[in-house]
């Protein structure tokens, strides 16, 4: 098999799982009890807290531990909103993951917020200047992703971030896909989300990055976990696993970012040069270095994918979180798509481990497949 659907999620790495395996028996306590064996693990959070700090270039205490992207998002989009007095204008790009669009849509439901929604061109990525054209006297928070989950676009946040501070609101940004990637120590948002499964972590933990001094209304209220952030016994396992992914990853993200690079870029090459009428989505430079996406016009990109699967390669059609959506990718459509060509997309997403051979491989495969899905529409439909 070839796994290409690394933006959904990444295998648990080894080292990951043995850091955790102790916090499974052993040292299985509470954080929260004072014994010997609530000490241990308030240690092992500890120790964690200030590894995950270090991926943001900031404090442990500036660190809340979440169950992963979606729950990080949503409380720092609610929790920043509902606790800035600033006013209730929201600004969010037309990209954003569904956890950054449904929580400003409750927000707008349940407690009078407004959203504008800034556009992106054709390549996926927002303009800065139409982020500040659009800041008012009551905007209160700005969220933008670092990196799309379907085409890889990345954005300039650190200067919507600039231009968002300049009139006295907050910024977040969505760093699930781009964590593994990009250094995000001088990204200058107020807050940032993270997600382990995403890392070599376990699915079920994250941690959102939260500046110090920036207000927060907590979603989840109970002991006060978190300093009063996010309440509930902590994940010590997860956390634990979630540390040790990270300083795994960190310590090769430049080398890999950089042979990742190499390899996407010439399989990018082979299939546009290879697979007829084949259309690349997102853009060809200033993406992430595991995302390669494609339109495939004239067939269908669900087929693409079963076929593939027959032949090995497992991949996606965008992103894993539209659970049983029919509908085509809002991301494709706000970068001016047509609705037909974008229910083509396939999006081939690489960890670090990726090979050359393999690449080489699914891009042979992939020429067959939309071969053979061409040559049975054409007898079906004429």
Not at 15 to 23: D, T
Not at 104 to 115: D, G, I, K, N, Q
Request: with cysteine.
């Amino acid at each position: 098999m070839i796994y290409l659907d690394a933006s959904a999620t990444t295998a648990v790495r080894r080292e990951v799982l043995e850091a955790m395996w102790p916090y499974f028996s052993g040292d299985f306590g509470n954080p929260s009890s004072h014994h010997e064996l609530g000490e241990s693990a308030a240690v092992a959070v500890k120790d964690a807290r200030a590894t995950v700090a270090d991926l943001f270039g900031g404090r442990p205490s500036e660190i809340v531990f979440t169950s992963g992207g979606t729950e990080s998002d949503n409380l720092a989009i609610k929790g920043m909103a509902l606790a800035n007095p600033r006013g209730r204008h929201l600004i969010i790009s037309a990209v954003e993951h569904e956890a950054v669009r449904e929580s400003c849509a409750y927000l707008e439901r349940f407690h009078r917020f407004e959203t504008t929604v800034v556009g992106v061109d054709g390549l996926g990525i927002v303009d800065a200047d139409e982020v500040a054209a659009l800041l008012r006297p009551d905007t209160t928070l700005v969220s933008i992703m670092l990196a799309n989950n379907e085409v890889g676009a990345v954005q300039p946040v650190r200067e919507i971030a600039s231009l968002t501070h300049s009139v006295g609101a907050v910024m977040h940004t969505d760093a699930v896909q781009g964590a593994a990637w990009i250094d995000l120590r001088s990204l200058g948002a107020d807050a940032i989300s993270i997600s382990g499964h995403k890392l070599g972590a376990p699915k079920g933990i994250g941690a959102l990055y939260l500046r110090r001094r920036v207000a927060l209304e907590p979603l989840l209220h109970g002991g006060g976990q978190e300093r009063d952030r996010r309440s509930g016994t902590e994940n010590v396992a997860g956390i634990v696993g979630l540390a040790a992914a990270i300083r795994l990853s960190e310590s090769t993200r430049v080398a890999d970012a950089d042979r990742v690079t190499a390899l996407r870029d010439d399989f990018i090459t082979e299939v546009l040069d290879t697979v007829a009428g084949s259309q690349l989505t997102g853009p060809r430079q200033g993406r992430l270095a595991s995302n390669a996406s494609f339109c495939f016009p004239g067939t269908s990109g669900e087929s693409i994918l079963l076929e593939l699967g027959r032949r090995g390669v497992v991949c996606s059609a965008g992103s894993a979180c539209a659970v049983g959506s029919d509908e085509p990718s809002h991301v494709l459509l706000a970068m001016g798509i047509d609705r037909e060509v974008a229910q083509t997309a396939v999006r081939f997403s690489m960890d670090s481990t990726i090979t050359a051979e393999q690449l080489r491989e699914a891009a042979r495969h992939l020429a067959g497949a939309s071969a053979t899905v061409g040559t049975l529409a054409s007898s079906l439909f004429g």
